[in-house]
């Protein structure tokens, strides 16, 4: 009986040995897997930090290209609006020029006329004493008196830009006859200037600021029939006409002249106020 209990018991400790040693193996591989995971964890996230420092950087960088290219286009915005400055002031200086290069040819053309209508001069003989041939010697003291100065017209050596500006400071001081008269005079001594169609319409600003309507339309008409090349009076003349029409009673033709500057003149700046008063009178 003590035999076979001893030998139970060897049996026993033979059969548990194995259970134990497979399940601490099993726990050994477990504690191993685990220390592998936590590794690639913590690996995992020293690769996301590095990756969320990468992003922040490419962040920085593309906001530094972003404020530099919304720079780079403003500073060409400015340089763009800078050459379109330049451009209009050119355009302006090469305007003045040319009108003053007219002006010089008018008056030079004015000087040639004046010289041109002077009568040669008239060669005399005399005789012994200093007496002209022909005169009598009774009828002179001895001495030829001398000959008067040849008058020049009055419109030569006048530059035509004092002459409108004196008008024009006339005009802008309410003194309308004499920019009236001012204006005439430069018409007909420069009929040809690039000015003289302002000239013109001021004319029928100086009537139409008197009250004298019949006068302000006949100045306004010729500036149209006058002035075709220049598109933009064309127009102011042709809204002022409309308004000097109401002020005659005669609305069918303010709207014709209204409807002129909507229909042949839409880029000018008097569009606006025409299309205003064409929709006013024919309540559109």
């Known amino acids: 009986m003590r035999v076979t209990g001893g030998v139970l018991l060897v049996l026993l400790a033979v059969s548990v040995s194995p259970a134990e040693a497979a399940a601490n193996k099993e726990h050994l591989q477990l504690m ?6 936590q590794e690639q964890q913590s690996q995992l996230q020293g690769l996301l930090g590095a990756l969320q420092d990468t992003l922040k950087t490419v962040a920085t960088k593309l906001d530094d290209q972003s404020a530099a290219t919304r720079k780079a286009m403003a500073d060409q915005t400015l340089a763009t609006t800078n050459i379109g400055d330049n451009v209009r002031v050119l355009r302006e200086k090469t305007d003045e020029t040319n009108v003053r290069i007219s002006s010089m040819g008018q008056e030079l053309e004015q000087l ?4 041109s209508s002077q009568p040669p001069p008239q060669a005399t003989m005399t005789q012994p004493g200093g007496v002209p041939g022909g005169a009598d010697p009774s009828a002179t003291s001895g001495a030829t008196a001398p000959a008067s100065p040849v008058q020049s017209p009055s419109n030569v050596g006048i530059s035509p830009q004092r002459m409108y500006e004196a008008s024009y400071d ?12 001012g204006f005439q005079n430069f ?3 420069f009929p040809r200037l690039p000015n003289a169609a302002d000239a013109q319409y001021n004319i029928g600003m100086s009537y139409y600021s ?4 019949p006068e302000a339309k006949t100045a306004f008409e010729k500036v149209i029939t006058d002035y075709p090349q220049q598109p933009e009076r ?3 003349a042709y809204y002022k006409l409309g308004q000097t029409f109401e002020r005659l009673n005669q609305p069918d033709e303010a709207t014709k002249a209204y409807d002129t500057v909507v229909q042949k003149y839409p880029t000018t700046k008097s569009y606006a106020l ?6 006013r009178l024919t309540k559109q």
């Open 274 to 279: 025409a299309n205003q008063a064409w929709k």
């Open 187 to 189: 018409i007909a001594t």
């Open 170 to 181: 006339d005009y802008t001081s309410a003194r309308f006859d004499l920019a009236i008269q």
């Open 112 to 115: 040639r006329q004046a010289i």
């Open 210 to 213: 008197l009250g004298r309507w």
């Open 32 to 37: 191993a897997e685990i220390r592998m995971l």
């Open 234 to 236: 064309v127009s102011d």
